[in-house]
């Protein structure tokens, strides 16, 4: 069981989350929605520690997770992978390298710098990018791959981390609608044949509709929703986004990414700017 405790992080006098309480199950594949600002970036940033609590705490398996520091924060944060919307791989390294590094934490530094990996990591490291649907890729530098591909090399590179959970901010934000389902399609895959608790923020609600178990809403920075796909009505999503500058409500429609396999534009999109845009909540 994982759990947050009033948690709250202030930005000088802005209070980016505010006193957010969640109980979440081992195994839940959890989406967090909410306008840009909302505080999701900095409520999954401080579950891994990346950034710190002001106040409240966080709780794993009977640990206090705000508390940990040293080598028992290094571990949590190998427990618990994150994958980011630029996939922040090593784009001169090869995608073997990368997805290898996801033992950094595992190993001594010292090897790692030297990038020296046993047999058994490369196999394990290969067996990921085969899952992934990439280890074509495995000798290419990463860089030069498109961003569909880029963000299978760091969900690879997450499951090298062996994870209990893995934390994705807004993973296919910046990726075109197959890709975007490629992507989903391997979070929900680990999410249930491994256990791994998945806590995903998306900007767009469809995607969280089709993909989650329980949906998180969060408006400035608290937790204005948290129930089942089904549960989320017109009038909460309301709540959640709001309304727009014109004082109209927003259409559902205006939140979709459109996993939409029927668009002819998406097939074969390489590039990550190649494919249609997701529209973003942020300009609202
Ligand atoms: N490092 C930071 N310094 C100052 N303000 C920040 C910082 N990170 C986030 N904020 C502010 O906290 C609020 C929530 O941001 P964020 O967690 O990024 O929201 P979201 O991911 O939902 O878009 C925003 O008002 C943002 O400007
Ligand atoms: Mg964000």
């Known amino acids: 069981m994982f759990e947050l405790k009033n948690v709250s992080r202030r930005f ?13 199950p081992q195994g839940q594949m959890v989406g967090v929605i909410g306008r840009s600002g909302a505080g999701k970036s900095t409520l999954l940033r401080m579950i891994n520690r990346l950034a710190d609590p002001s ?5 794993f398996a009977g640990t206090e997770v705000s508390k940990l520091r040293g080598r028992a924060l290094r571990s949590w944060q190998r427990d618990c992978a994150m994958i980011f919307q630029q996939f922040n791989l090593v784009p001169r390294l090869d995608v073997l390298t990368n997805v290898m590094l996801g033992r950094l934490n595992q190993r001594s530094t010292m090897l790692s710098l030297l990038a020296i990996f046993s047999r058994e990591e490369r196999i394990e490291a290969i067996a990921a990018l085969e899952r992934l649907g990439i280890e ?18 760091a969900i690879a590179r997450a499951l090298m981390q062996q994870p209990k959970m893995m934390l994705a901010d807004e993973p296919i934000a910046s990726l075109d609608p197959l890709n975007a389902k490629i992507v989903m399609d391997a979070l929900r895959d680990i999410n249930e044949r491994e256990g ?22 969060m408006a400035a920075g608290r937790v204005v929703f948290d ?13 959640i986004y709001g309304t727009d500058k014109d004082g ?4 559902e429609t205006m939140t979709s990414t459109a996993i939409n396999l029927s668009d002819p534009s998406a097939q074969g999109a390489a590039s990550p700017s190649a494919g249609p845009q997701p529209l973003a909540l942020a300009g609202l």
């Open 248 to 251: 109209a409500g927003i259409d």
């Open 227 to 239: 129930g089942k796909p089904a549960e989320l009505t017109a009038e909460a999503v309301k709540e």
């Open 136 to 153: 074509q890729t495995a000798l290419q530098m990463a860089g030069t791959l498109s961003g569909g591909q880029q963000q299978r090399v």
């Open 12 to 24: 000088g006098n802005k209070l980016a989350v505010d006193s957010v309480t969640l109980d979440i």
């Open 196 to 217: 791994i608790t998945v806590i995903t923020n998306l900007h767009t609600l469809d995607t969280a509709r089709n993909y989650c178990e329980r949906i998180v809403g």
């Open 55 to 59: 106040s409240g705490s966080i709780h």
